[in-house]
Structure formats: structure tokens, C-alpha cells
């Protein structure tokens, strides 16, 4: 769902506009199995519009539940989480591990200069920090 907000006063043609031409540009995509989002003009100042944006905002949640889409985002959204928080970690361990670290500059250095491929220098930086990888 698209709102765009601002449909009063000076700006309220061009809110309308912009809503029209979102609304054109998401029809015209090519097919997909589920229809376009919805487009929404809206004023918060002037109290238009919000009434219709909660209900499909309440419709589209109801939607997804029932259809255990949202858990399934919601899962991708947490293991997208963990992933994000582990390669955090793992690399702050090895700036903070002084071999490591000075390693790591060194192999960064030559996959920047073209003496080695970017795949060579994590496979030699994960043998290193965890033994032989097994095929």
C-alpha cells in the first residue's frame, strides 16, 4: 500500500498527481500473482483519508494473517535479523583479534590490487579463524 500524504493546500494537486502516477506505474507491471498495492491520497492536517487508510491497513494485516503470510515474513524478517547481527559480531571479532585483524587488511589489500580473488581470500580467512572446510 502507497500513501501519500499532503493532499491540502498548495500541494494538493501535485499529491494527486503523484498518487495517479504511482497508481499507472504499479499496473503497469508485468504480471504477478498478486494485484497491485493499493494508492491512497490522504491529509493528515486536514483529517482526510485516514479513516480509509486504517481500514486497509486493518483489511491487508487481516489478509496476511490468515493466509500465514505474515508469519512467514515475520520469520524472514527475524532470521534476516540474526544474520545481520552475526556477520556484525563475527567481523568486529576479527578486527579485534590483532593477527586476524592485521591478516584480514592484508588479504582485503590484495583482492583491492587483483592479486587474489575475493573468494580465495574468504576461504583462506575461514580456514584460518576455523580449520580445513570440508568440500
Given at each position: 500500500?502507497?500513501?501519500?500524504?499532503?493532499?491540502?493546500?498548495?500541494?494538493?494537486?501535485?499529491?494527486?498527481?503523484?498518487?495517479?502516477?504511482?497508481?499507472?506505474?504499479?499496473?503497469?507491471?508485468?504480471?504477478?500473482?498478486?494485484?497491485p498495492?493499493?494508492?491512497?491520497?490522504?491529509?493528515?492536517?486536514?483529517n482526510?483519508?485516514?479513516?480509509?487508510?486504517?481500514?486497509?491497513l486493518?483489511?491487508?494485516?487481516?489478509e496476511?494473517?490468515?493466509?500465514?503470510?505474515?508469519?512467514?515474513?515475520?520469520?524472514?524478517?527475524?532470521?534476516?535479523?540474526?544474520?545481520?547481527?552475526?556477520?556484525?559480531?563475527?567481523?568486529?571479532?576479527?578486527?579485534?583479534?590483532?593477527?586476524?585483524?592485521?591478516?584480514?587488511?592484508?588479504?582485503?589489500?590484495?583482492?583491492?590490487?587483483?592479486?587474489?580473488?575475493?573468494?580465495?581470500?574468504v576461504?583462506t580467512?575461514?580456514?584460518?579463524?576455523?580449520?580445513?572446510?570440508?568440500?
Amino acid at each position: 500500500m502507497i500513501a501519500v500524504n499532503k493532499t491540502d493546500g498548495p500541494r494538493a494537486e501535485l499529491a494527486g498527481r503523484t498518487a495517479t502516477d504511482f497508481a499507472a506505474a504499479l499496473s503497469a507491471r508485468r504480471s504477478t500473482a498478486e494485484p497491485p498495492p493499493s494508492v491512497l491520497t490522504l491529509s493528515a492536517l486536514e483529517n482526510v483519508g485516514i479513516d480509509r487508510l486504517w481500514s486497509e491497513l486493518s483489511r491487508r494485516y487481516a489478509e496476511l494473517a490468515a493466509s500465514g503470510q505474515l508469519e512467514l515474513r515475520r520469520q524472514g524478517q527475524r532470521r534476516a535479523e540474526f544474520q545481520r547481527r552475526l556477520h556484525g559480531e563475527l567481523w568486529r571479532a576479527l578486527l579485534r583479534d590483532g593477527a586476524r585483524a592485521t591478516e584480514l587488511a592484508e588479504l582485503e589489500r590484495r583482492v583491492a590490487g587483483g592479486e587474489l580473488l575475493a573468494a580465495q581470500a574468504v576461504r583462506t580467512m575461514i580456514e584460518h579463524c576455523f580449520g580445513a572446510l570440508k568440500p
